[in-house]
Every structure is written in C-alpha cells, then in structure tokens.
C-alpha cells in the first residue's frame, strides 16, 4: 500500500496533493495494474496528475502534462491539464443557447465571445468526491447546482477511472439531471508519449479513424457543415507525424496556430470504437483511444507558453503535448443538425472511453 507521505512511481509526493479548497479536502489516489502502470487522480477537477507507463524497453515513463502540488494546480496557466471539463466542454457561440424555447445567456464568455469548457469555474476547478473503488478503480462525483455558470438543472455527474491488466485506462461517465439541461463531459489529459517534458510531439505518429472534421471560424467556433479531410493536412486516415503539416499555409491551422479540431469518428455502435492511434518513435509507446463519443477534438497545445513549471521543473512550450478529447460536438446546443447534447429528467447520459497502452 502506498502511504500518503510517500513518493510514488512519478516521483510526486501525495501529501503535496492534500489541502483544503472551497472548503473540501483534496488529495491523491493512485491505481496500479499487474504491469506496475501508475495512474494518479486527485479530486480537485478530477485530473489526471500522472500516468507512468513502460516503454519499448521497459523503463516507465510519465506521459501526461501537469503539476508537482494542488499549489500549483490552483495557479496554472494551463487549468485543464488532465481535467474532466463540462458542464460543456469545448465552446458555446457567445455564451448563450435556446432550450424549449427559453434563452439561457448568462454562461461565462471565457474564450474570446465565446464560453468555454464549462466557464469561469468549470468542472475541471471544483473539489469532486472521490472514493476507492480498489486497487485500480476511483469513481468521482460533483452535483452542479441548478444555475451554476449560467447553466439549468442540477446535474449530477459520476466519473469512474480504471486501470486494467490490459493496461487500459477506461473512463466512464454517468449523469443525471433533474430539469433539461445540455451537456458535454470530456477528459483533457495533455499526452508526450515520448515523456512529459520532452519539448515536442511533431514526431508523434497520429492516425483518426475520421474522413470528415469540423471547420472553425476565427473564434474556434465551427462554422456548422462538415468538411472532408481528403487533400487537406487534416488528414489523419493513415500516419502522419503531427508535425509534419502543422505549418502549412491552410487556413484552419493558421487560425488555430495548429489542430484544434473536432474529428467527426467513423461509425459508431454504441460500444467503444476505435477512435485514434499516436506513437512515440523515441520511446516505442503506443496510445488507442476507443470511445462510445461520436467525435474527439485534436488540440496541439497551440497556447502553451513554456513559462509554467510543471513537475520535476519541467517546462512546457507549444507543440510540446496533444490532446484527444472525447466528446460530442462544439456548440452542439445552437446547431440542431450535430448530435444532440441535450439530457432530460429521466434520462441517464452514459459514455465511455479507453485510452490502451502498449509499444512497438
């Protein structure tokens, strides 16, 4: 058993994670598998602190961004590392939508015009319950309060990590609401499979399983019609090394500074699909994500800036992490023809998805 005083696999201190926030007590859990894979969550956002996997040669390597305290977390130019964002993650167009005729405009513009990842005081900022489920499982739960951030209904929302023999880390999600509401629940883990710290993800290897994408305008906000990826440096279907085209002169990536994009996933079953594939050259480390989501949104860390210090001093500049956000669509609330983000008292939204370890 891991004590709270003690350093784990990432070299971070658990006792650094404890401390009092909004009046709840923080803290760290950690989950291993029969490999000696590390997952470490704290309640404060239910991030994803540390994720400690072997490489091709067996040495473990930490692959995901983040801090060495809460301290840290609390102060963070980089708020979502390993959150789970919502109540809406990604963007609403101008902080307002329409719901059975009623206007809801009060939601933060925390992004430009635009509302973002839930607002001011996101999911990704607030203290969770947390509870052990065993070794290698801790279900997370926050109640939103009807009103919170502008938007309706108490949602209650349950989170489940789990850690598998497979080395599989599988995320479940559950919520419930008692007046209609929209909502769009993802995790915003930064991933290097090459090792946090490593300055860069150009070399990664990255296929989508998707032949279209979403289109943004200046603000990030998708224009509304889809677009193929074909002929286009959007284009995933087979390997590219992220960095190979992030540079071209194409609009989309210019007005993001690089890929910040919603993916539109090839067919959907309701069971997890294979969704996305990146790999490291230097480490041998291979990432699948699976998801039951019908998109996953590929943000490049375009806005890193270097300056933080993360863990063990490590500094993370731009390019230097990727993200693979599960979720429904951006601003899906004012744009009847997306997937549909609404939940209804009654209803249970469910979603699922697995980020697979292995190397080559």
């Known amino acids: 058993m891991i004590m709270e005083n003690n ?5 971070l201190q658990m006792a650094d994670f404890h ?5 709840k007590e923080t803290s760290l859990r950690v989950l291993t598998n029969r490999i000696g894979t590390e997952l470490a969550v704290t309640n404060y956002g239910a991030k994803i602190v540390a994720l400690t996997v072997p490489d091709r040669h067996g040495r473990f390597t930490d692959v995901v961004t983040g801090h060495a305290s809460i301290d840290d977390y609390l102060v963070s130019e980089e708020p979502y590392f390993g959150a789970i964002c919502g109540r809406y993650g990604n963007r609403i167009a101008g902080g307002r939508f329409t719901l059975d005729g009623a206007v809801y405009d009060r ?67 559950r919520a419930v609401t008692d007046k209609p509401t929209v909502l769009n629940l993802t995790n915003h883990s930064y ?7 490593d300055p860069t993800i150009g070399d990664h290897l990255l296929t989508i ?5 979403l289109p943004v305008d200046d603000t990030a906000i998708p224009l509304g019609p889809k677009a193929t990826v074909e ?12 960095g190979a085209r992030i540079h071209d002169d194409f609009e989309q990536l210019i007005l993001g500074r690089g890929y910040d994009h919603t993916y539109i996933l090839n067919g959907k079953d309701g069971e997890p699909a294979f969704a996305a594939r990146c790999v490291s050259p230097k480490t041998g480390i291979v990432l699948d994500v699976y998801t039951t989501e019908p998109g996953v949104q590929l943000y490049t860390g375009n806005w890193m800036t270097g300056h933080l210090v993360g863990k063990h001093g490590q500094h993370y500049p731009r390019h230097a992490a990727l ?13 009847p023809d997306y997937p549909t983000t609404v939940l209804r008292p ?3 939204f469910e979603s699922r998805t697995v980020f697979k370890f292995s190397t080559i």
């Open 346 to 348: 009654g209803e249970i």
């Open 209 to 213: 399983c998707a032949d279209y994408y």
């Open 191 to 197: 991933f290097n499979l090459s090792g946090a710290g």
């Open 7 to 11: 350093t784990i696999l990432s070299g």
């Open 107 to 173: 939601l933060a513009t925390n992004n430009g015009p635009n509302s973002l990842h839930g607002g001011i005081k996101g999911f990704n900022s607030v203290v969770w319950d947390m509870t052990r489920i065993d070794a290698r499982t801790v279900a997370l739960t926050y109640v939103s309060a009807d009103g919170e951030e502008g938007f309706p209904g108490m949602l209650t929302t349950t989170v489940t990590y789990m850690l598998t023999d497979d080395n599989e880390v599988v995320i479940s999600y």
């Open 19 to 23: 401390k009092v926030v909004d009046g």
């Open 323 to 335: 993200c693979l956000e599960t979720q429904h669509f951006p601003d899906s609330p004012n744009k």
């Open 231 to 242: 002929g286009t440096p959007m284009d995933f279907r087979t390997p590219h090394e992220v």
